[in-house]
Structures are given as structure tokens and as C-alpha cells.
């Protein structure tokens, strides 16, 4: 097998976990049942800012069935600190003390303000109506510029102010570039806030042990960094703590949190001694989980008069929520590099500030700060496409630095670790069929047709690969970003990777196992992935930010490298050669010159089981553990085209066609790595369409469930067109970069440029996001001039 394998990378390996899912044998939080398990539900503020006067939970207690019930209060003396808050961007935020229960006041509708606990979930959910809660409602503030004004209500009163910090980068003579650039194109654009919707609402369950031991079960992205977090929070030892992350029905980043459930669960089975269980509604997913997005963007580009852009200036807010949560404040920051797209210049300078509102915490969304970055840099260069009367290619064309295989500075300051933007953009326009695009909308323009056709560019740039540690210090991240993997050759060959990533969708299982069994020379069916357990798989800082194959994948192929290593050892004394001697390929040593003396990684593994006969000081067991801290991040790329038919009369905006040419280094998986493109591509179609939180001026959630909050489904979904080119990362020896985000953060500016490109004719230059028909409906008339 191992000499004539075909090697699995780069291939289209069905996925090893289907069968699993296909079945229905996944087992997921919720599926779990222990013997003597409560169920826990959350008493939660209808008001989105009140004081809380006094929490009543006699007459839930007394139910029958209910077992406990618990205000605030009666609990702030079970945490040894509040929740972690990891991302503190600036020494002088504001960062308010978020326990899991609120004490004094609500701070946004759905703030917990007690719990109870009881034998079933529908007893539960009955306690929670039973509860007496005394409010005092206050004024409540939810815009972010309201929120900054002289006299709003203020969140949190100690700090006086709703401002919760500003953090500033320059590169380069910003003041100077801006003051004699002849063309300076300014825009402001509102990201509206988003809710995600994973398929598996959150769930929780948490189980006291033998000798002060606990084991909690999360739907969670992150059980590495929860198990630090709830150490912290609840006072349980790190080391009696077991943090499981079973399968997991996706996350898209809403499930990269610490959230006051999983340590409510965890104290509550402390102070009870039996499992309690919690399991989100989906009502409670759009109050309780964290949200995505909002910003209010002001972009500036300095230019000459031919376009050429010399200069990016960028003042952003961005609306934190009522409290900070895990990464709340370093999330727009996320993106705060990339202001400048992919384009070339001498000066960049960005301000952020973060806003307190009495709304649900905001916190990372698929793309995480960078799909509001690629909205304001590629919807500001069409405004500036247009002032200086060029195509959107051709001012791309001319802003794209030279292919570049080495690390090379861009405006912002950041190392890119390789590109060729030209090459996607040209394959794009190729696939697209521009010109004949561009005809076809002259002659729909001359026929006055009804429907009118735009076509939209996003040729963006991102940073993922969430590391290097010393970089996410200098940021002041207060983790590292390193990841780790562990194999095992077991003593009949076959193989056990344990990973630090967790994946809830992304197929770890099947793109590590192509890696591992072309390292090791085994059938993929031989390698097992294991992740989502600190038992089992005790090092990892797990997945989010595209991280998992550029930290995750790379230390795994160290992990198997170190096992070939040893297996090289071995082998030499085996065959009574030197190490120079040998050759190694897929998982065989030979001799070199007499390739018939060989030793194959399983006959290795064996021998180093049994050690009867090993090299002198050599250990036992075919085993590794490597630790990757990479040395810079990885940059994928690409260019996205959006075609869109825009009803002139209903202003309905229909996509009837979208090329994504995406370049994220060499590909383990192409067919996963489609589905990650088509999956972000849909999510940012609905961000530029139809998805948004609404509240109104009391901060009550207009748009609080399903049946308001439009998320896509299949007939929304437009044909799709995959093209790629491949420019490995030199960040990497496998040369990749992520894909996890790359589709989310490309397409809502392609399409909002669509929608524009397509109205451009009749004077429309803007449209408010989500581009609804009322939006598209209203934006025409003010161009006509009409009322609207
Ligand atoms: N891959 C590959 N070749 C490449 C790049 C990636 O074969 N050059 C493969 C990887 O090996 C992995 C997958 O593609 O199997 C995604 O890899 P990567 O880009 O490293 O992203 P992560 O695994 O770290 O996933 C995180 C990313 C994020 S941040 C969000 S949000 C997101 C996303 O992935 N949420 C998802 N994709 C999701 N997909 C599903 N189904 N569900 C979610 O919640």
C-alpha cells in the first residue's frame, strides 16, 4: 500500500465524518442524558436597561418539581471572578465586571436576573414565569452616536461615559498624504448588526464527580479556552475540570464565547451535586447570544487624479453591547489592518471607539471585523472609481502591487505573506464573461428596461491564522495563538491524532487525516482524528479566525514529522545502517541502493512498542507532540464578482450570478474548501440583502425570532461559479492559508456594489445595508429627485 499510494492532499477525499451525521449517530450537547439530571432555565430582563428593586423566587421554589432558584444576589458569593473578558485593547477601557447573573440592573433584554432549577425542562420553563421580579425601568440608549451624546443613559454609571475605549493606528504621514492629495473620496457607510444563527442552538450540561472533579459538555467552539475561563470564573481547579465539546452543530464564531450558562450550570451542580442541563431556545439565541457586526464606518482615500490611491483614513464606532464579552472590543479591530484592502499606498490611519448600548454584547461573526473592513475599502473604491471616471477593474488594476512571493509590507504596516491579485481578478473577469456583461447592461440601459443589471467587485484581502502569540501580546490578546496536535502510532499501526482545533463543520477529520496518512504513508481509514475533549486532546486554543489548518494543520504535519523522525532512528538500528543511509517515502524507509531492506511506519511502531531492541536512550512508543506559534499570519485573497438584476420599479435585487476566485495557498481538500466559500458566500449575500437585528428606541428586539429575522434558505441561494488560483503562504512550510471566512468577508461588498453599479445610470452612488426592496425602492427616488 504505502509504495504505490496516491497522495491524499490535494484531493477530493469524501468526508470521513459524514456517515456519522448522515445516520443521525452524532450526538450532540443536548442529546446527553444523565442519571439524576436537572434543568436549569434563565429568568431574563424584559426591559433592556432597569434597575432590578428585588428578585422574588419563593413562589418558584415552591413548585413542585423545582428544586432551586437563585437571584443574582443569592449567588454572588459562588464566583472567584466574572466572566473573562480576553481582549482589553486599550490600558485605559472600560471593562465592567460581567457576572453571570446581573445584581443591580439590566443592561439589555435578556440580561439574566435569576435562574431556577428544576426535575424537567418544561418545569423549568414554568419556574421561570413564577419568579417575581421588581423593575425599575430606565431610559434606554441603542444608538451608538445617541450613546455618545451629552446626557444619554449610561450602561454602566461608575464609568460615567458610554465610550468604552479608542484605539488608534497610523503608518506613514497621514496628515501630509491627505493634505496635498488633489482627489480625496469621503464615505460613510452603517454596518448593521447581525444575529447568528447556528443550526444547534447552545447547550450545556454540567456534572459533578467523584473527588471535587467536574466534566461540562458544551456546544462550544472554543473548550480549551472555556476550561481556563470557567476555572477562573467559578474557582473550580483548572486540573479538576474536563471540557468536552461534542459534535457541534456549527458556530460561525457565535460559539467562540464564554457564556454566563455554562457557568451557571457548572456552580448550580456544585452547590446542587447532580448534572444540570441547559439547552438555548431559539427565542434565547437572538436575546442571550452574542451578536455580529455594527458599525457606523467614515472612509477616506487620498488619490491623484488618475486614481492611484496614496492614502487610507478611517474612523470607526463600533457598538459593544451591554457588557464585554470574550473578544468584544478586539473584534472591529480584527479588521482594523485592512482598511486598505489590497491595495498599495504610503499612509493608513484608523481610529476606532467602542460604544456601550443597552443591547445584547456584540462579539466575533464570521470574519470578525474584517468583513466591515472589506465593505468600507471596497465600496470606497468604487466612490472613487467613479469621482475619477474609471471602470471598477481598471482602478483595481492599478492600485494592486506587483505578485509578490516574499512577506511584503502593505499600507497598514502588516507583513503579506505572499499575493498575486491580478491573477484572481483576471480569472474572475474570465469567468464572469465581463464584456459581454458590460454590453448587456449598455443595452438594458438603452432599452430602458425595467430590470437593470450591476455588476459588483470585492478583490479583498484578509489576515487569519489567528497568531503569532507575540503579535496577539502586542495587540494586548490576552492569550497566545499558538495550537498543538499529539500522535500516536498505535502498536498495530494504526494512528491517533489528538488536535487542539475543534471543529463544528469545518471537517478536521477528514483534511488532518489527508495530511497525517500522506506523512506517515497509512490509509486514511487508519487515522483517527480525536478533538473537543481537555482529556483527551489537552493542548489547543481551538478554532475561529480560519485558524485551524494554518496553526492546527501545521502543527499536526510537525507532530507526524517528529514521528518519522524517531521511526528513522529506529529504523537505522533495525537495518544496521546509518540514519544517512536511509530514504523515506510515504511511510517506508529503504535502504538507499538496496531498496528491498526497508521498514515500513506500522513494523516501526510494533518494534517501538515491544522495545526489545531500540537504539541506546531512545524511548518507548511511537509518539509526538508538536506546539506551532507561527511567525506571522497568513493572507488569502481573491477576487469576487456579483452579477445582480435590480427591479427598477420594486427595487427587488435579485443575484443571478457570483464568481468567487478565492487564493488561499495550496489546498488539502478542494471540495471542502468549495464548501467553505459557498457557505461564507451565502452568509454574505444575506448580510447585504436581508439579515438584521432591529431595536426600537427602548431597546426591545423588533426583529426577535425566525419569522422577522430574514436568514437565506435555498431559494436564495444564486449559482455560484468556484475559481481558484494557488500562491502558497510562506508563513507555513504547507504553504496554506484559511478559508473558513473568506466568502463572508468578500461578498457583501461585491454585492452592494452590484446594486449600485446597476443604478449608477439613473444617480444612485449609495445604498443602506441591507439592500431591501424599500432601501433599493427609496434610494432610486431620492436619485430621481422624488419624495422618499
Ligand atoms: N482547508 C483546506 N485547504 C486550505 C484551507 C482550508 O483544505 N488551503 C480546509 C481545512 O483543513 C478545514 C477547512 O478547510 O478542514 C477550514 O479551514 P480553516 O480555513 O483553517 O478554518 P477553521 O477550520 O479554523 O474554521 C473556522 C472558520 C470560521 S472562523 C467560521 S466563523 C466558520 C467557518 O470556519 N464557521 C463555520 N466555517 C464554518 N463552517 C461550518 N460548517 N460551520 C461553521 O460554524
Redesign the pocket.
Known amino acids: 500500500m504505502a509504495m504505490t499510494q496516491e497522495r491524499y492532499v490535494g484531493r477530493e477525499v469524501l468526508r470521513k465524518e459524514d456517515p456519522e451525521f448522515l445516520t443521525g449517530r452524532a450526538r450532540y450537547t443536548d442529546d446527553l442524558v444523565l442519571p439524576g439530571m436537572l434543568w436549569m432555565a434563565v429568568v431574563r430582563s424584559p426591559f433592556a436597561h432597569a434597575r432590578i428593586k428585588k428578585v422574588d423566587v419563593s413562589r418558584a421554589v415552591a413548585m413542585e418539581g423545582v428544586v432551586a432558584a437563585f437571584s443574582g444576589q443569592d449567588l454572588a458569593g459562588d464566583w472567584a471572578a466574572p466572566l473573562l473578558m480576553a481582549w482589553p485593547v486599550t490600558e485605559d477601557i472600560k471593562n465592567p465586571p460581567h457576572w453571570p447573573l446581573a445584581r443591580d440592573k439590566a443592561r439589555y433584554q435578556g440580561d439574566g436576573v435569576a435562574v431556577v432549577v428544576a426535575e424537567s425542562r418544561a418545569l423549568a420553563a414554568d419556574a421561570v414565569e413564577a419568579v417575581d421580579v421588581e423593575y425599575e425601568p430606565l431610559p434606554a440608549v441603542v444608538d451608538m452616536e445617541a450613546a455618545l451624546a451629552e446626557g444619554a443613559p449610561v450602561v454602566h454609571e461608575e464609568f460615567g461615559t458610554n465610550r468604552c475605549y479608542t484605539w488608534t493606528h497610523t503608518n506613514g504621514d497621514v496628515e501630509r498624504v491627505f493634505a496635498e492629495a488633489p482627489v480625496v473620496v469621503k464615505e460613510r457607510y452603517a454596518i448593521q448588526r447581525q444575529i447568528p444563527n447556528?443550526m444547534e442552538p447552545r447547550s450545556v450540561l454540567a456534572e459533578p464527580g467523584p473527588a471535587g472533579s467536574f466534566t461540562l459538555w458544551t456546544a462550544s467552539?472554543i473548550p480549551h479556552i472555556v476550561k481556563v475561563a470557567m476555572a477562573l470564573c467559578t474557582g473550580i481547579p483548572e486540573s479538576k475540570l474536563r471540557v468536552i465539546a461534542p459534535r457541534?452543530g456549527?458556530?460561525?464564531?457565535s460559539?467562540?464565547q464564554v457564556y454566563p450558562e455554562e457557568a451557571l450550570a457548572l456552580v448550580l451542580a456544585k452547590r446542587l451535586g447532580r448534572p444540570v442541563k441547559w439547552t438555548e431556545t431559539r427565542s434565547e439565541n437572538f436575546l442571550a447570544t452574542h451578536h455580529g457586526r455594527e458599525q457606523i464606518q467614515e472612509i477616506e482615500l487620498a488619490a491623484d487624479e488618475t486614481g492611484k490611491i496614496r492614502g487610507y483614513r478611517a474612523r470607526v464606532l463600533a457598538n459593544m453591547g451591554a457588557y464585554l464579552r470574550i473578544i468584544t472590543p478586539g473584534t472591529p479591530l480584527l479588521g482594523a489592518f485592512l482598511y486598505c484592502g489590497a491595495y498599495g499606498g504610503e499612509a493608513y490611519g484608523v481610529e476606532f471607539t467602542g460604544v456601550f448600548t443597552n443591547t445584547t454584547p456584540t462579539d466575533?461573526?464570521?470574519?470578525?471585523g474584517r468583513p466591515e473592513a472589506t465593505n468600507a475599502i471596497e465600496r470606497a473604491i468604487d466612490a472613487l472609481a467613479r469621482r475619477v471616471g474609471k471602470d471598477p477593474v481598471e482602478i483595481r488594476r492599478m492600485n494592486f502591487p506587483p505578485p509578490f512571493t516574499e512577506p511584503t509590507p502593505c499600507p497598514s504596516g502588516l507583513n503579506v505573506d505572499s499575493g498575486n491579485y491580478h491573477a484572481t481578478l483576471e480569472r474572475a473577469l474570465e469567468l464572469v464573461g465581463y464584456e459581454e456583461l458590460r454590453k448587456e447592461q449598455q443595452a438594458r440601459r438603452d432599452r430602458g428596461d425595467v430590470k437593470q443589471l450591476g455588476i459588483g467587485f470585492s478583490t479583498y484581502l484578509e489576515n487569519?491564522?489567528l497568531a503569532p502569540s507575540r503579535v496577539l501580546k502586542a495587540l494586548r490578546y490576552a492569550a497566545g495563538g499558538w495550537d498543538a496536535a499529539s500522535i500516536r502510532v498505535l502498536p498495530t499501526g494504526k494512528v491517533v491524532v489528538a488536535i487542539g482545533?475543534t471543529?463544528?463543520?469545518?471537517?478536521?477529520e477528514?483534511?488532518?487525516a489527508?495530511i497525517v496518512a500522506d506523512d506517515l504513508g497509512v490509509p486514511i481509514e487508519d487515522v483517527e482524528i480525536v478533538f473537543g475533549d481537555t482529556e483527551l486532546a489537552p493542548w489547543g486554543m481551538d478554532?475561529?479566525?480560519?485558524?485551524?489548518?494554518?496553526i492546527?494543520?501545521v502543527a499536526v504535519h510537525r507532530a507526524a514529522m517528529k514521528i518519522v523522525e524517531k521511526a528513522r532512528r529506529i529504523a537505522a538500528h533495525a537495518l544496521e545502517v546509518s540514519e544517512d543511509d536511509l530514504e523515506y517515502e510515504a511511510g517506508r524507509f529503504t535502504v538507499k541502493g538496496a531498496p528491498d531492506r526497508a521498514k515500513t511506519i506500522p513494523e516501526l511502531a510494533f518494534a517501538a512498542w515491544t522495545a526489545h531492541d531500540l537504539p541506546d536512550g531512545l524511548e518507548p512508543n511511537l509518539d509526538a507532540l508538536a506546539v506551532y506559534d507561527p511567525e506571522n499570519f497568513v493572507f488569502p485573497y481573491g477576487a469576487h464578482i456579483c452579477v445582480a438584476e435590480v427591479d427598477t420599479e420594486t427595487g427587488e435585487v435579485e443575484v443571478v450570478k457570483y464568481v468567487a476566485v478565492d487564493d488561499?495557498?495550496?489546498?488539502?481538500?478542494?471540495q471542502?474548501?468549495d464548501?467553505?466559500v459557498v457557505?461564507?458566500v451565502i452568509q454574505g449575500i444575506a448580510e447585504a440583502l436581508y439579515e438584521e437585528a432591529r431595536y426600537d428606541e427602548n431597546g426591545q428586539l423588533l426583529t426577535p425570532n425566525l419569522t422577522s429575522y430574514a436568514v437565506p434558505a435555498a431559494p436564495e441561494v444564486p449559482p455560484i461559479t468556484i475559481g481558484r488560483t494557488v500562491t502558497p503562504s510562506t508563513t507555513n512550510e504547507l504553504g496554506?492559508?484559511?478559508?473558513?471566512?473568506?466568502g463572508?468577508i468578500a461578498s457583501p461588498a461585491a454585492v452592494l456594489n452590484a446594486v449600485v453599479d446597476a443604478l449608477s445610470h439613473l444617480g444612485v452612488t449609495q445604498i443602506e445595508r441591507p439592500a431591501t426592496p424599500e432601501k433599493v425602492w427609496r434610494a432610486i427616488q431620492r436619485a430621481k429627485g422624488g419624495a422618499a
Open positions: 447556528a467552539q457541534v456549527g458556530g460561525f464564531g460559539k467562540l466575533a461573526y464570521r470574519g470578525a487569519c491564522g482545533t471543529p463544528h463543520g469545518q471537517s478536521h477528514t483534511t488532518f489527508q478554532t475561529y479566525g480560519s485558524r485551524s489548518l494554518a492546527g494543520g488561499v495557498g495550496t489546498i488539502i481538500n478542494p471542502i474548501v464548501g467553505q457557505g461564507g496554506v492559508k484559511g478559508v473558513g471566512e473568506t463572508t
